[in-house]
Antibody, heavy 117, light 107 residues
Framework: QVQLQESGPGLVKPSGTLSLTCAVSGGSISDNNWWSWVRQPPGKGLEWIGEIFHSGSTTYTPSLKSRVTMSVDKSNNDFSLRMTSMTAADTAVYYC??????????WGQGTMVTVSS | DIQMTQSPSSLSASVGDRVTITCRASQNINNYLNWYQQKAGKAPKSLIFAVSNLQSGVPSRFSGSGSGTDFTLTINNLQPEDFATYFCQQSYGSPRTFGRGTTVEIK
């Protein structure tokens, strides 16, 4: 079955750029579904960041749109998140997830990202 | 944005109880309502999609209902492994939005 695994640095400096990758195994990034990023600040709820289709089409949440870029790498069967101008408010567990027609049905284990100097 | 309001924010229950969690959307979201379970330190797990459809492997004691703006997650015969936080989420509009969560604690 499809599995997702996030990777990337656990520590980012204020004003720096976050780059995360989500590796897809057991399935193809070119399957007919969207690939998403969701984050969760410590002790808080879930916030959808955005999603990307294998064609490269993207949708981002408006509050982060100016800082976020998502991309797909078909050769590596993975997709990525890039977020600029990081602040302490961006400290969170970042999850990648597969979105089917309705729900985020498969999630990665999550990766903790701390913004600190 | 479509706001998702969950209630209660937390509840205490005993093994064997029936638990009901409600979720209200700020506008009609048709049947684009999903439920997730999250245990401490773990990723969310998809329980129910499109109001009432159980994901594969989810026990039948979980059920979902509702339409339009008002939805309910019911857990019958609460089991020890069900103590967790539950989130509703709408996928009708963008941005996708989640409720703030309901934590089910052991009484």
């Amino acid at each position: 079955q499809v599995q997702l695994q996030e990777s990337g640095p656990g520590l980012v400096k204020p004003s720096g750029t976050l780059s995360l990758t989500c590796a897809v195994s057991g399935g193809s990034i070119s399957d007919n579904n969207w690939w998403s990023w969701v984050r969760q600040p410590p002790g808080k709820g879930l916030e959808w960041i955005g999603e990307i289709f294998h064609s490269g089409s993207t949708t981002y949440t408006p509050s982060l749109k100016s800082r976020v870029t998502m991309s797909v790498d078909k050769s590596n069967n993975d997709f990525s998140l890039r977020m600029t101008s990081m602040t302490a408010a961006d400290t969170a567990v970042y999850y990648c997830a597969r979105k089917m027609t309705y729900a985020f049905d498969i999630w990665g284990q999550g990766t903790m990202v701390t913004v600190s100097s | 944005d479509i706001q998702m309001t969950q209630s209660p924010s937390s509840l205490s229950a005993s093994v064997g109880d029936r638990v009901t969690i409600t979720c209200r959307a700020s506008q009609n979201i048709n049947n684009y309502l999903n439920w997730y379970q999250q245990k401490a330190g773990k990723a969310p797990k998809s329980l129910i999609f499109a109001v009432s459809n159980l994901q594969s492997g989810v026990p039948s004691r979980f059920s979902g209902s509702g339409s339009g703006t008002d939805f309910t997650l019911t857990i019958n015969n609460l089991q020890p492994e069900d103590f967790a936080t539950y989130f509703c989420q709408q996928s009708y509009g963008s941005p996708r939005t989640f409720g703030r969560g309901t934590t089910v604690e052991i009484k």
